[in-house]
C-alpha cells in the first residue's frame, strides 16, 4: 500500500510499455541463448539476427531509455510506499527489480560502453571467455543469478498484466509451460556453449588467449579496458548511492509527515493513533496494531473495511470511483466510507463496523479466502436439482430410496468432474457446482456437463424403467460472472467453495425451470461464453433479485447439442 495513486493514469502504462520493452529484449537473449544447445558458432549466428535490431541507433535509444525510466519507477515505487508490509510477490517484484541493476550494470555497461566509447571488440566467445576463464568464481556466477532474476521479475510483472483478462486461465498451461522451457532451455544453452569453449581453450591456451581475451596485459586495450572497468565500478556505486537515497528520503519524509504533516485518527475506545498524511485508515490500523477487518485484501473489492467517521466527516475527500461504486452496492448511508480508500488529510474519528474475530472458536471453520485477501474468478455455476423427489421415497423402503438418489447424484457428479468442474455442496437432491476455479475455461466445461448430465439422466431412466412410476426430472440452472473462490473446513475437513451473486442467481434460473417448462435455463452471461449464438433456444426475461435477467431456454436435449456443435 501506498500513497495516494493519482499520477497512475501515467505511470501504469509507462511501466507496462517500458516493462514489456525489456522482457522482449531479455526474451530475445534467452532464445539465443537457447542456441548454445548446439555450438558456439551458432550461438554467435543466432545473436546476429535476434539481437540486430537491438544494436541499431534505434535499439539502443528504445533499449536504454526503457532501462532508465523502468529503473527509475522502480525506485519511485519503493520511495512513495509508506511501509513496507506488502502482499509476498508484490515484495518479490521489488526486490527482484532493484537487484537488477547490480547484476546487469557490470556486464551490460562494460559491453555498451566498450564498443560505443573505446572501441573494443565483444563477440560471444570473447565474451563466453570471460565468463568462463576470466572470473568463473565471480562474473560467471553473477551471470546464471541475473538469467533466473530477470526472467523471475519479468514473469510476475507478465503474469499481474494477464492475469485479469477473461481468456488467461485457458492460456494459463500453455504460458506456463513457455516461460518454464525457455529459461531452462536457455541456461542448458549457456552452459554448454561455455564448457565447449572452456574445453577449446585448455587444449590450446595460447590460441585461445589471443583469439578470446578482449584486453591482453601490456596493450593500449588493456588500459581502456582497466578504464572500463572503473566506469562500471562507479555506476554500480551510483545505483547504490540511488537506492541508499531512496530509502533515507523516505525515511526523512515519513519524519517530516510525523512532525509537521501528522493526522490523528481517534478510535472506539478512545485510542489515537498518528500517522503521517498519506495513510489509508486501512493502513493506519495496520501500522498501529489494531485489527481492522479487510477480507478483499484492501483493493476496494469489499466493504469489510469500512467504517463509520463519527467526527470530521465534512473535511474528507470524496470517495474515488473504486470506492463510490462499492459504497453503492451496499447502500451505504452518509458518513461510511471505505478505510482502505480513504486517506484523511485531517483529525478524524472513526467506528469500525465490521468486528474482526480475535480468536476462532473451538471446531469452528474458516474461509481460507477470508483469511488470506481471497481471490476473485470468472466462474461458471450449474445448479442441478431433481424434481418431485418426495415422490421418490413415497411408498419406499428408506435403503431404496437411498439407492436411487445415490443412482442420481453419481450420474450429476460424474459429469461435473469429467469436465473439470467441482461440487461444492449437495443438499437433499440440489447440486451446486463450480467450473473455473482452477483457472480452467470455466463457461465450456459447464455447458459440456449440462449436457451430460441431461443425457445421463435419461439413460438412468431407461435403466431404472422397471424401478421408477414416472421418468427422473431434472432442473438447471447456469450463470456465469465472478465470485470469491476459496477452501472451507479445519485442517481434516477441507471443500472448496464459493461466495457471491453467481451461484444464487444460477439456483434462482433453476427455480425458473418448472414455470418455463424447460430443463435448462442459462443466463446470456454463460451464453456469451461460448461466442456463439443460441441455436434454437427461445430467448426470454426473468426477474431475480429485482432485477431482470435476460436467459436462454433449452426444453430438448437437441438444442443443447446444437449449440455446443456450432461453436
Sequence with gaps: MGLPRAGQPILRPLRLTTGLTLFTYATSHFINHAFGIYSVEAFQLAARLLLKPWQTLPGHLILYTALIVHGALGLYALYRRRHLRIPANEAWQLALGLAIPLLLIPHAASIGLGKSVYGLEFGYPRVLYEFWLGSPDFALPRQYLLLIVVWIHGCIGIRSWLRPKSWYGRATPYLA??????????????????????????????????????ARPGTQA???????????DALSVTYLCLLAGTFGFRELRNWHARRFKSVRITYPGGRIVTVPVGFSLLEASRWAGIPHTSVCGGRGRCSTCRVRVASGVERLPSPNAVERQ??????APSGVRLACQLRPSTDVAIDLLVRRVQELQQGASRFDAAIEGGMELDIAALFVDLRESTRLASGRLPFDALFLFDRYIQAVTAAVRQNMGHVTSIAGDGVMTVFGADGKDAALGAWKAALEIWGAVDALNEELAGELSAPLRVGMGLHFGIAVVGVIGSDEHRSLQFLGDTGNIAAKLEEQSRPLDCVLVASTAALARLASPAVGAKMTAVAIADREIRVALFRQQTELQSLLASR
Excluded at 588493456?222 to 562500471?232: G, P
Aim: net charge positive; no cysteine.
Design 222 to 232: 588493456s588500459e581502456k579496458y582497466a578504464s572500463l572497468l572503473r566506469i562500471t
Design 177 to 214: 509451460s513457455m516461460v518454464t522451457l525457455l529459461p531452462v532451455l536457455a541456461l542448458i544453452g549457456f552452459t554448454n556453449a561455455g564448457l565447449k569453449l572452456r574445453e577449446s581453450a585448455k587444449r590450446d591456451p595460447a590460441l585461445a588467449a589471443a583469439q578470446y581475451v578482449i
Design 326 to 331: 462499492a459504497l453503492a452496492r451496499i447502500s
